[in-house]
């Protein structure tokens, strides 16, 4: 079985701050490891992804996450947030399987940014 | 036009009602999905179907009734709910290829 543990349920940061969301894991085989944003009253949106190879990924709206196998996180960090980012982040882990994806989520984290 | 579309945007209903969850992908994708989104819980995945075949129900009451017709195409069907069910329902398709979710914008549905 696996899990996800988002440890903030909610980070405020003011406008152009860093920020970093934190996101651990736990699962008897490897994994891959997502990030997905819901704005209010929307769907989930992925921001990023990590399947193999590099381990700090790249997504959109300028976000990143660096896998760390040891450590069994995969945090979400920008390095001057916007007020648009405003938001819950989900951390969502997948075993490898042929054919279809079961994400298994964590509880979320809702990032307030004010100005 | 999203790719993945759910119909309606927002439900009310009662608690003897009968209606059903809509929810259309024009990715191309697989696999479709429903997930219940409830206030203060991790998303739930509900029912998978994998080439038209149901693979994975996570012990969902039967007063949820899933239909996959063809690829495209998900239904969930819904009789005799409780209160507790009010959630945002969430439908997603993926293919095998990709592995990441793609979601629609969800069904808010209050049961009454």
């Known amino acids: 079985a696996q899990s996800v543990t988002q440890l903030d349920s909610q980070v405020p940061v003011f406008e152009e701050a860093p920020v970093e969301l934190r996101c651990n894991y736990s699962?008897?085989?490897?994994?891959?490891l997502f990030w997905y944003v819901q704005y209010p009253n929307q769907g989930l949106q992925l921001l990023l992804k990590?399947?193999?190879?590099?381990?700090l990924v790249k997504g959109i709206n300028g976000f990143e996450a660096e896998f760390n196998k040891s450590q069994t996180s995969f945090h979400l960090r920008k390095p001057s947030v916007h007020i648009s980012d405003t938001a819950e982040y989900f951390c969502?882990?997948?075993?490898?399987?042929?054919?279809?994806?079961?994400?298994?989520f964590g509880k979320g984290t809702m990032l307030l940014v004010s100005p | 036009e999203t790719g993945v579309t759910q119909t309606p945007r927002h439900l009310v209903m009662g608690m003897t009602n009968k209606k059903s969850l809509k929810c259309e992908q024009h990715?191309?994708?697989?696999?479709m999905y429903w997930y219940k989104q409830s206030a203060k819980k991790p998303l739930e995945l509900m029912f998978v179907?994998?080439?038209?075949?149901?693979?994975e129900n996570n012990s969902v009451p039967s007063r949820f009734s899933p239909e996959c017709p063809n690829s495209s195409h998900l239904f969930l069907h819904l009789h005799t709910l409780q209160p507790e069910d009010s959630a945002l329902y969430l439908c997603?398709?993926?293919?095998?290829?990709?592995?990441?979710?793609?979601f629609g914008q969800g069904t808010r549905l209050t049961v009454v």
């Open positions: 997603a398709s993926s293919d095998s290829d990709r592995k990441e979710a793609f």
């Open positions: 990590y399947l193999s190879g590099s381990t």
């Open positions: 990715l191309g994708h697989n696999a």
């Open positions: 699962s008897s085989v490897s994994v891959y």
């Open positions: 969502a882990v997948s075993e490898p399987f042929s054919g279809y994806s079961t994400l298994t």
């Open positions: 179907y994998n080439f038209k075949e149901q693979t």
